[in-house]
């Protein structure tokens, strides 16, 4: 069993920045997805980076504000989140997919593993 461990949500101000990470509890290459759960959507894909890094997705919405990376020297998984809107509030979770080999999807079935969920609080 493989925990995800999410942290760096908060509050800040509409046009802010923030970064979230997701640290698993022992090292993996899985493919990795951000997702949130909004006042007005629940269970959405967010973001998504292959086992090989090859691969990134993102939703339309968060598409040249948001960036996904990962750090393979500590298998820590970042989203980092700029040009924040109000819109973005929501609980952030991160997951992982170990068989979806040299790709990422953005639905939640293919993903086994979760964290707990971060808050991200935007002011408008």
């Known amino acids: 069993q493989v925990q995800m461990i999410e942290s760096g949500g908060g509050s800040a101000q509409a046009g802010g920045s923030l970064s979230l990470s997701c640290i698993p509890s022992k090292a993996t290459n899985y493919a990795m997805g951000w997702f949130r759960q909004t006042p007005g959507k629940e269970g959405e894909g967010v973001s998504c980076?292959?086992?090989?890094?090859?691969?990134?997705h993102y939703e339309d919405s968060v598409k040249g504000r948001f960036t996904i990376s990962r750090d393979k020297a500590n298998n820590t998984v970042y989203l980092e989140m700029n040009s924040l809107k109000h819109e973005d509030t929501g609980v952030y979770y991160c997951?992982?997919?170990?068989?979806?080999?040299?790709?990422?999807?953005?639905?939640?079935?293919?993903?086994?593993?979760w964290g707990q969920g971060t808050q991200v609080t935007v002011s408008s």
């Open positions: 997951a992982a997919d170990p068989r979806s080999g040299y790709v990422c999807y953005m639905t939640l079935v293919e993903y086994e593993f």
């Open positions: 980076i292959s086992s090989t890094d090859g691969i990134t």
